[in-house]
Every structure is written in structure tokens, then in C-alpha cells.
């Protein structure tokens, strides 16, 4: 009897903590969830009820923030692809046998 007597008295308290810290980590997480859904469901409700000339502002709005994303992508890559060849690219060897 000892033996269960420990488990009991040693164990069992320590499981039960443990326990209850994953109970209050897993309701943290599900208020969580549960507020960015809400939020979701605002956002979409507020997408409903929006006129057609806010919609298409909204919309417009959301093409000039991608075109400048683009814009700014475009100016790093374009001067890379249009450059002439330097030196280190000279040394770039391809070798064009896929056997070897």
C-alpha cells in the first residue's frame, strides 16, 4: 500500500498541476481564437454592408499599396536583370552536360 500511498500523495498533485496549466494554456488559446474570429467576422460584416463606392475605394486603395510593393520590388531586380556582365559573372561556369 505504501507505494500507491506515494503515487497518490507525490505524483497525484503533481500531475493535477500539470494538468491544470495545460487547461489554462489551451483556454488562453481558444480566447484567442475565438477574439480573431470575432474580428474576422467584423471585417467581413463591415465588407457587407459597404456601399459600392466605398467598396471600389477600398479596392483601389488595395491596388495602389500592391503597385508600390511592385514599384519597389521592380527597382532591386530590374537593375540586377539589365545590368552589363561583370566580372564575377564571367566566372559564373554552367556547365551544360547533365551526364557528368
Not at 26 to 47: C, F, G, H, K
Not at 71 to 78: G, H, P, R
Not at 84 to 98: C, G
Request: hydrophobic share 40%; no cysteine.
Amino acid at each position: 500500500m505504501a507505494v500507491w500511498d506515494t503515487l497518490r500523495n507525490v505524483v497525484g498533485p503533481k500531475v493535477r498541476a500539470w494538468l491544470d496549466e495545460e487547461a489554462a494554456e489551451l483556454s488562453d488559446i481558444a480566447s484567442e481564437t475565438e477574439s480573431q474570429l470575432s474580428a474576422e467576422m467584423d471585417r467581413r460584416e463591415a465588407r457587407l454592408n459597404e456601399t459600392p463606392e466605398d467598396a471600389m475605394a477600398r479596392i483601389q486603395a488595395e491596388i495602389e499599396a500592391n503597385d508600390a510593393k511592385l514599384d519597389a520590388l521592380s527597382d532591386k531586380v530590374l537593375p540586377t536583370i539589365y545590368s552589363e556582365p561583370t566580372a564575377e559573372m564571367d566566372a559564373i561556369v554552367v556547365d551544360d552536360d547533365p551526364t557528368a
